[in-house]
């Protein structure tokens, strides 16, 4: 009681047991637009409600649309169990292992409906590290508040009569930009790590500031990161890349010290300049596509953030006397395999991710049919934006990529034109001008690694 006392007054974080009573907001004082609620949402909390059942939105959205934002997507709390949820639908399907949720499709949109988590005081099954294994205790709407991560995420909004139910302080929080775990910082790490990434995620795409308790424990317990299941980290890396803020969200990662069990090769590469500089520019044209709603492929973004060291591999074996592309074949190889400890790369991402990197040299070289068969590659554009990246990046002569931009859009004898030049300048390049191109290169200091290369034409990445 004392110990709830002085955590009140000094604002140290909320109690670990659930709050009882929650503060009740209208709509004058929570300011939610209406309009910003999904009416498939709407539909989903109206249904429940009608067969007799508790339903409120929550989480991020209740999070987005008191900042007067869009939610991407919503998510609803229930006090049906996932049966009674999917008896009422007829698109509905119960996914997941440790949280057992309900996916309701209402037309183009998804709903997922998680029916109220119990307390996580109850005994519950968890790893050496006190890491939570199975999560599925169903319990009261105020335990289900306790259970949630942070303040700002663990309000509760009734589209029906547009109440807010707000149970750790969530509101003052949002309004003094700050977040805050709920509970005991250490503790709720300790249960599942991926809090700690969520937290960075959510600072860096908020502009939120992160309360001192709250980020106290994150230097020493970052290691646990290395215990979740490497399948879960990717995820959550890739909403980290994709939140439209991604170069915020590795530079708070660094700072917190949470990097490390992430990329392996990218601590290295954040640490040179050159590489560094390659990714921010690739992760701010990454963050301009997102905030303009443009597809990302997760391929290309992973491509991007370990070219460097792909690039030293290549040129690693290139220096033992490999010839160009399979020393890139082997280069790219040793990269993802390096990657994949930590990191579970899906093999169809990791087959873009090489794809792309395996036609830069391809592209460089602009001769023959297989600048023709590089444009109808259905990776072609990946290839082609990552390589204005390395022109950007003055890896590559700008030249190469104003080629591409206006070969896309030449007629065919424009085409034909620009292949018979091209190859003039290679004939010409390789025919008795080794020295003048060697001192050129030292020049504009060209890495040896990106010249143009013997024949690639039969070699499909
Ligand atoms: P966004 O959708 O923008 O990633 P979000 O907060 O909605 O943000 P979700 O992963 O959709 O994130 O989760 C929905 C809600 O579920 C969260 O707001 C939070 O209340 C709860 N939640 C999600 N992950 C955790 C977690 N690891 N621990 C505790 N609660 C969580
Ligand atoms: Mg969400």
Request: charged share 30%; proline share 5%.
């Amino acid at each position: 009681m004392i110990n709830k006392l002085i955590r009140k007054i000094f604002g140290m974080g909320s109690d670990t047991r659930a709050a009882d009573k929650p503060v009740t907001l209208n709509s004058a004082q929570h300011g939610i637009d209406p309009r910003l609620v999904s009416n498939s949402a709407i539909r989903v909390v109206r249904i429940l409600h009608n067969a007799g059942y508790k339903a409120f939105i929550v989480g991020g959205a209740v999070r987005d649309l008191l900042l007067g934002l869009k939610p991407k997507d919503f998510d609803v709390a229930t006090d049906a169990t996932p049966e009674q949820v999917k008896r009422l639908f007829r698109r509905a399907f119960v996914i997941g292992r440790r949280f057992q949720i309900v996916h309701v499709l209402l037309g183009q949109e998804l709903i997922e409906v998680t029916t109220f988590r119990g307390s996580s005081t109850k005994p519950a099954l968890k790893d050496d590290a006190g890491r939570l294994l199975r999560d599925n205790s169903f319990g009261t709407q105020e335990e289900d508040a306790a259970r949630r991560d942070f303040t700002i995420n663990a309000m509760y909004y009734n589209p029906a009569n547009q109440l807010l139910l707000d149970y750790h302080g969530g509101m003052n929080d949002l309004r003094n930009r700050t977040l805050k775990i709920i509970g005991d910082p250490e503790q709720r790490y300790r249960e599942d790590p991926v809090r700690m990434l969520r937290i960075v995620r959510f600072a860096a795409k908020l502009g939120f500031s992160i309360d001192p308790a709250t980020r106290a424990p994150i230097a020493s317990l970052a290691p646990l990161i290395n215990n979740v299941p490497s399948a879960r980290l990717f995820d959550e890396m890739l909403k980290l890349l994709m939140s439209g803020h991604a170069m915020s969200c590795l530079k708070e990662l660094r700072t917190r010290g949470l990097h490390k069990g992430l990329l392996p090769l990218l601590d290295v590469a954040l640490e040179q300049p050159q590489a560094a500089h390659f990714i921010e520019l690739a992760l701010d044209k990454t963050d301009q596509r997102i905030r303009e709603n443009r597809r990302i492929s997760p391929g290309f973004l992973f491509a991007t953030l370990l070219w460097t060291q792909v690039e030293e591999k290549w040129e690693h074996y290139r220096a033992q006397g490999e010839h160009p592309i399979p020393a890139l074949v082997a280069a790219a190889g040793d990269i993802l395999e390096t990657q994949t400890e930590k990191l579970a790369i899906q093999r169809r991402i990791a087959s873009d991710m090489k794809d792309i990197w395996l036609m830069q040299p391809r592209l460089e070289r602009r001769t023959g049919k297989s600048a023709y068969r590089l444009l109808e590659n259905e990776r072609f554009r990946a290839a082609y934006d990552f390589l204005l990246i390395r022109c950007e990046a003055g890896e590559l002569d700008p030249e190469v990529g104003q080629w591409w931009t206006a070969f896309i859009d030449a007629s065919g004898d424009e085409r034909q034109q620009m292949i018979a030049e091209q190859v003039k300048r290679l004939s010409a390049s390789s025919s008795g001008k080794k020295r003048a191109k060697r001192s050129r290169r030292r020049k504009t200091g060209t890495n040896p690694a990106t010249v143009p290369l013997p024949t690639t034409e039969d070699i499909q990445p």
